[in-house]
Every structure is written in structure tokens, then in C-alpha cells.
């Protein structure tokens, strides 16, 4: 019985870990210049194992969302951290089902290099764009079928933020890329 238990109890302790642990904001991705009107975030593809690394940042299907203020300047740095697998970026308007392929950018120059192919592990790119028109946009994985198995996130370009955020949404539906709007952190308005 003894020899029974001490085996079972291991197994025990391996199960109740989870899977999954949530990852968290590093502040570090996004800086702000208020008097330039800047936003600027680093988007890492692949960061983590999360969906066989199809993430940004360690996070999928919209867990994530990048706020700007509508007008900003946003500097978005992309790079593939992902040991394995060629990633890319755009920014796209929410859509069900999630495309396959890679559809046109929703905001001009909001967009990597090689968006199909995608830059290869280790690869970088700026996106430099206005964010404009205000609405809410996702970021997403060009390369056919990464989007669409998870590796996107949400940009709202927003005309109530005062500041750039960066938001993370537990316990949301965020499996559909919906265009409803969620309320602003009060911080961010003032």
C-alpha cells in the first residue's frame, strides 16, 4: 500500500499543475513619448512555447490588447523569437472565421516585411503607421494559418485614451475577434 501511494502521489503533485501558466504584461513592451504623440511597443513573435509558439508576446487569440490614442504615432518593433517557425505581422480588421491567408492591412504601412513568408527566426521589422481611424483592429500573424490557429492579438485605436495601455483580458471570450467595445481602465482617459 505504502509502494502504491508513493508512486501515485508524484503523479498527483504532475497533474495539478497547470498546463498553462498566464503570462504577464512586461511594462518594458511599451514605452510612450506624450509630447511626440509616440507610441511604441515591441511585438515578439513566438516568445513563448504558448500554441506551439503561434503567440506574440505569450499571448494568443486576442488575451492581449495594445491601446493607442487615435493620432498617435505608432513604432511597432516585430521580432521573431521563435526558434522554428517564420512569422509576420499585420494589422487587419476583426473577422469570423479568421482568415487563412493573409488579407490587406486594415491601416496603411501597418505591416511587416515578407508578410506570407514571413522573416525567419531571430528576423526584425518596424511597422510605422498613424493609428487611425479610431476602432478596434487586430494584430495578426500573416503567414498562412498561424492567425488563424491563435496568433493574433488586439489594437484599439482609441478616441477616449489619453495614454497608450497595454491590456490583458482573463476571463474573456477572446476566442472571437469581436468589435465590440470593452471599457478603458479609468488611468488611460485622464
Given at each position: 500500500?505504502?509502494?502504491?501511494?508513493?508512486?501515485?502521489?508524484?503523479?498527483?503533485?504532475?497533474?495539478?499543475?497547470?498546463?498553462?501558466?498566464?503570462?504577464?504584461?512586461?511594462?518594458?513592451?511599451?514605452?510612450?513619448?506624450?509630447?511626440?504623440?509616440?507610441?511604441?511597443?515591441?511585438?515578439?513573435?513566438?516568445?513563448?512555447?504558448?500554441?506551439?509558439?503561434?503567440?506574440?508576446?505569450?499571448?494568443?487569440?486576442?488575451?492581449?490588447?495594445?491601446?493607442?490614442?487615435?493620432?498617435?504615432?505608432?513604432?511597432?518593433?516585430?521580432?521573431?523569437?521563435?526558434?522554428?517557425?517564420?512569422?509576420?505581422?499585420?494589422?487587419?480588421?476583426?473577422?469570423?472565421?479568421?482568415?487563412?491567408?493573409?488579407?490587406s492591412p486594415a491601416?496603411?504601412?501597418?505591416?511587416?516585411?515578407?508578410l506570407s513568408a514571413?522573416?525567419?527566426?531571430?528576423?526584425?521589422?518596424?511597422?510605422?503607421?498613424?493609428?487611425?481611424?479610431?476602432?478596434?483592429?487586430?494584430?495578426?500573424?500573416?503567414?498562412?494559418?498561424?492567425?488563424?490557429?491563435?496568433?493574433?492579438?488586439?489594437?484599439?485605436?482609441?478616441?477616449?485614451?489619453?495614454?497608450?495601455?497595454?491590456?490583458?483580458?482573463?476571463?474573456?471570450?477572446?476566442?472571437?475577434?469581436?468589435?465590440?467595445?470593452?471599457?478603458?481602465p479609468e488611468e488611460?482617459?485622464?
Amino acid at each position: 500500500m505504502t509502494n502504491r501511494l508513493a508512486l501515485t502521489l508524484p503523479l498527483i503533485c504532475l497533474l495539478a499543475v497547470p498546463v498553462h501558466a498566464q503570462q504577464s504584461i512586461d511594462p518594458a513592451w511599451l514605452t510612450s513619448d506624450a509630447a511626440a504623440k509616440t507610441a511604441r511597443f515591441q511585438l515578439i513573435a513566438g516568445l513563448t512555447g504558448l500554441n506551439g509558439a503561434l503567440n506574440f508576446n505569450g499571448f494568443r487569440d486576442g488575451e492581449l490588447t495594445l491601446v493607442i490614442p487615435v493620432g498617435w504615432k505608432a513604432e511597432i518593433t516585430f521580432k521573431n523569437h521563435d526558434g522554428m517557425l517564420p512569422h509576420s505581422a499585420e494589422v487587419i480588421t476583426p473577422q469570423t472565421p479568421l482568415p487563412a491567408q493573409p488579407p490587406s492591412p486594415a491601416i496603411p504601412r501597418a505591416f511587416t516585411l515578407n508578410l506570407s513568408a514571413g522573416l525567419p527566426p531571430g528576423g526584425t521589422d518596424v511597422m510605422r503607421f498613424t493609428a487611425q481611424p479610431p476602432g478596434d483592429y487586430l494584430i495578426f500573424c500573416g503567414v498562412p494559418g498561424h492567425g488563424a490557429a491563435g496568433m493574433w492579438i488586439r489594437l484599439r485605436v482609441s478616441a477616449s485614451a489619453k495614454a497608450p495601455a497595454l491590456l490583458q483580458a482573463p476571463g474573456v471570450d477572446s476566442h472571437k475577434p469581436t468589435t465590440k467595445q470593452n471599457h478603458l481602465p479609468e488611468e488611460i482617459l485622464q
